[in-house]
């Protein structure tokens, strides 16, 4: 079974950056695209960010455009979201997910597209 584990959540305050991070299996880095989802209280869990197995391809939501950057490393075997300007809107439980699919050529939106979830990583930004 593959095992995501979410790092680098914490208390910021607004307009302030993090840094979180996501270690993934030989699978999630190897062949297949990740995503990194969101859930505020009361929410459903929404897109965030995501990337292909190989990088050619990266979405983000229309909320963090210009303000996140989403990264895969090779050696280091994890998936980075670099988070700046936030504000308390993005205030929720961050997770990070595994495509469905290998050698997919995009990346999927949908969480239904996602079939292994790291347990997430609180962030919360205060005014």
């Known amino acids: 079974q593959v095992q995501l584990v979410e790092s680098g959540g914490g208390l910021v305050q607004a307009g302030g950056s993090l840094r979180l991070s996501c270690a993934a299996s030989?699978?999630?880095?190897?062949?297949?695209?990740m995503g990194w989802f969101r859930q505020a209280p009361g929410k459903e869990r929404e897109f965030v960010a995501g990337i292909s197995w190989n990088g050619d391809w990266i979405n983000y939501a229309d909320s963090v455009k210009g303000r996140f950057t989403i990264s895969r490393g090779n050696v280091q075997k994890s998936v980075a979201l670099q988070m700046n300007s936030l504000n308390p809107e993005d205030t929720a439980v961050y997770y990070c997910?595994?495509?469905?699919?290998?050698?997919?050529?995009?990346?999927?939106?949908?969480?239904?597209?996602?079939?292994?979830w790291g347990q997430g990583t609180q962030v919360t930004v205060s005014s």
């Open positions: 030989e699978r999630t880095f190897s062949a297949y695209a």
């Open positions: 997910a595994t495509d469905r699919s290998s050698f997919r050529r995009g990346v999927p939106t949908s969480r239904v597209e996602y079939d292994y």
